[in-house]
């Protein structure tokens, strides 16, 4: 069976799109459309459609995205807005809204996503993160149902939004992006959550430490007895290798490592000077000769 759109689909999104653009909104859409498009926007026939009446999914594709187009700038707020009228008018009514979480108001709104789709399986993917959450959407082999359901889903979020009042406008922050046959819609609208700290008192944090000393002390049991067992090692008697005897060549050149000047030994000193080099002592004999009595002069004679 192949891929199909239900005709009342598409004829809810053009009444909400002349709400707001007037009446002439299915002849500018027309002017854009190939002439083989034009009998799925006949009047007569969206207003006689029935729920089960469809139409081909390729069709539907072209015409919803020449209604964005025609009608508005391509970047999908035509279509955003259409989608967020049509799913407020589906919350009001009640059933799907859950007042203060947006999360499970957007999940409640799966079925009715789902439903104008006939013969193609839609993919619905909720997943939390921490500033609100992420919805994928699609249809496998579609990228243009991709980008329709990327507006479609952004118009809804809005709309639910505005119903549960878990955030106001200002603080919703919507990420749209479309990959291939899958769009994405990522929200942030609350502040991340600080993670948790472990708690000290937690019974399984101290089984988990308990167990952690048991497996260490043995393995250090163990360890230590090896060490303490293993015979001293014999001492070497081989020549030292060439880079220990440069080393110790180093360690003996004079000067060598060191800026202080070689300490002189007794040998470099000069040699003492003997008793034998002292000049001999002046002895007595070598004193003049003291003058005696007998040799005072001789008085002179006289003759």
């Known amino acids: 069976?192949?891929?199909?759109?239900?005709?009342?689909?598409?004829?809810?999104?053009?009444?909400?799109?002349?709400?707001?653009?007037?009446?002439?909104?299915?002849q500018r859409v027309r002017a854009r459309l190939p002439e083989r498009l034009h009998v799925h926007l006949?009047?007569?026939?969206?207003?006689?459609?029935?729920?089960s009446e469809t139409m081909s999914l390729d069709d539907a594709e072209e015409v919803i995205l020449a209604i964005d187009s025609g009608l508005g700038d391509g970047t999908g707020r035509v279509l955003e807005s259409a989608s967020a009228d049509l799913v407020g008018r589906t919350l009001a009514s009640g059933g799907l809204l859950v007042l203060g979480d947006l999360a499970a108001t957007v999940a409640r709104m799966q079925a009715p996503l789902e439903w104008p789709f006939v013969g193609a399986a839609m993919t619905f993917d909720l997943e939390p993160t921490d500033t609100g959450f992420s919805l994928t959407l699609g249809v496998s082999g579609r990228p243009r149902t991709a980008r329709v359901l990327r507006h479609v889903a952004t118009g809804a979020i809005r709309a639910a939004q505005r119903y549960c009042r878990e955030a106001?406008?200002?603080e919703l922050e919507l990420l749209t992006g479309v990959f291939g046959?899958?769009?994405n819609v990522t929200t942030s609208y609350r502040s991340p959550r600080p993670s948790d700290a472990p708690d000290p008192n937690d019974v399984r944090l101290k089984a988990t430490r308990r167990l952690g000393r048991k497996t260490t002390q043995p393995r250090l049991a163990e360890e230590v007895e090896r060490i303490l067992s293993s015979p001293p090692a014999a001492p070497s008697h081989h020549p030292p290798d060439a880079a220990n005897a440069l080393i110790e060549r180093s360690r003996t050149a004079?000067?060598?490592?060191?800026?202080?000047p070689p300490e002189r030994s007794?040998?470099?000193?000069?040699?003492?000077?003997?008793s034998s080099s002292l000049p001999p002592e002046r002895s007595s004999s070598s004193l003049p000769p003291e003058r005696s009595s007998s040799s005072k002069p001789p008085k002179p004679r006289d003759d």
Do not use: C, Q
């Not at 006949?42 to 729920?51: C, D, H, I």
């Not at 004079?254 to 202080?260: L, M, Q, T």
């Not at 007794?266 to 003997?274: A, C, K, V």
């Open 266 to 274: 007794t040998s470099s000193l000069p040699p003492e000077r003997s």
């Open 168 to 170: 106001n406008g200002e």
């Open 181 to 183: 046959d899958r769009a």
């Open 42 to 51: 006949e009047p007569e026939r969206l207003r006689s459609s029935t729920p």
């Open 254 to 260: 004079p000067g060598a490592g060191s800026s202080r």
């Open 1 to 26: 069976m192949s891929a199909e759109l239900r005709v009342r689909f598409l004829r809810d999104i053009l009444r909400s799109v002349e709400r707001e653009h007037g009446p002439e909104t299915l």
